[in-house]
C-alpha cells in the first residue's frame, strides 16, 4: 500500500452527510474506509459505492470494542489512519417532558459516546503516527439548542467539548481536531418535513435554501486538510445563526 496516500474512516457514511463526505474524499484521491453500523450485502456495498473504490467496516461505534476493531482492521489493512470523520448519529426527537430516558440514552450513545469511542482508538494510532485529523459532526442544534431535540443537542454540544479537548491534547503529537455544525441540509431527515415547514425554515436563513450535503462535504475535505486549523466549530448553515 502506498502510505503517502491519506486513509479516511467515515462512520455512518452509507447515506446522506456521512456517503457525500466519503464521495468527495475518494475523489480527491484518498483511501475511504466507510462504516456501517449493520452488515452489508454485496449489492448493497455496489449500490452505495457508486462507482467509488470504498473499503467497508462493519460495527456499532457506541460499543468501545467494536470501535477498536474497526480502527485495528484499517491499519492491519493499510498500515496508518490519517483522518477520521465521527460522522455516525441518530435522533429520537420529543419534547423533553416525554423524552424518556431510554430515547436520552441512545442518542447520547451513538452521538457522543460513539464519537469517543473512535477518536480514542484512532489516537492511539495517530499519536505513533505524530500526524492525524480528526473531524466531528455536530449541529447547530449543539450551539444553540432546538425543539424536542433535548437529547440530540446534548450530544452535539458534547461533541464541541471533545472536539476542543481533543484538539489541545492531539496537538501535543500534531494531531488536529475540528467539527462542523450543520444547518439545515437536503437530508433522509429534513425530507420528512411537510412543504410547510419547510418553507417557513427557508424564510429563517439569509441565503434562502437549505443546503446541499457535499457542502458539508467541502468543509470536511477542507478541516481534514489544511495543516493549522485546530480545535474550530464551523457553522455550514447559510447564515441562519448570524
Do not use: W
Not at 430516558?101 to 442518542?107: H, I, K, R, Y
Request: charged residues 20%.
Amino acid at each position: 500500500m502506498d502510505n503517502t496516500t491519506p486513509v479516511v474512516l467515515v462512520t455512518g457514511a452509507t447515506r446522506g452527510i456521512g456517503l457525500a463526505i466519503a464521495e468527495r474524499l475518494a475523489d480527491r484521491g484518498m483511501h475511504v474506509v466507510v462504516n456501517s453500523h449493520s452488515e452489508l450485502s454485496d449489492e448493497q456495498k455496489t449500490a452505495i459505492a457508486g462507482g467509488h473504490e470504498f473499503t467497508f467496516v462493519i460495527g456499532d461505534v457506541s460499543d468501545e470494542n467494536a470501535a477498536q476493531q474497526m480502527v485495528t482492521d484499517v491499519v492491519d489493512q493499510f498500515g496508518q489512519i490519517d483522518g477520521l470523520i465521527n460522522n455516525a448519529g441518530i435522533t429520537r426527537d420529543k419534547l423533553l417532558s416525554r423524552m424518556k430516558l431510554a430515547d436520552f440514552e441512545a442518542v447520547i450513545n451513538t452521538n457522543l459516546v460513539g464519537a469517543f469511542n473512535m477518536t480514542k482508538a484512532a489516537l492511539k494510532v495517530m499519536q505513533k503516527q505524530r500526524s492525524g485529523s480528526i473531524v466531528n459532526l455536530s449541529s447547530i442544534a449543539g450551539t444553540n439548542g432546538n425543539m424536542g431535540q433535548a437529547n440530540y443537542s446534548a450530544s452535539k454540544a458534547g461533541l464541541i467539548g471533545l472536539t476542543k479537548t481533543s484538539a489541545r491534547e492531539g496537538a501535543l503529537r500534531g494531531i488536529r481536531c475540528n467539527a462542523i455544525a450543520p444547518g439545515m441540509i437536503k437530508t433522509d431527515m429534513t425530507d420528512k418535513l411537510s412543504d410547510k415547514m419547510k418553507n417557513q425554515f427557508v424564510e429563517t436563513i439569509p441565503l434562502k435554501r437549505f443546503g446541499e450535503p457535499d457542502e458539508i462535504a467541502q468543509t470536511a475535505e477542507f478541516l481534514l486538510t489544511n495543516q493549522y486549523i485546530t480545535g474550530q466549530v464551523i457553522k455550514v448553515d447559510g447564515g441562519l445563526m448570524i
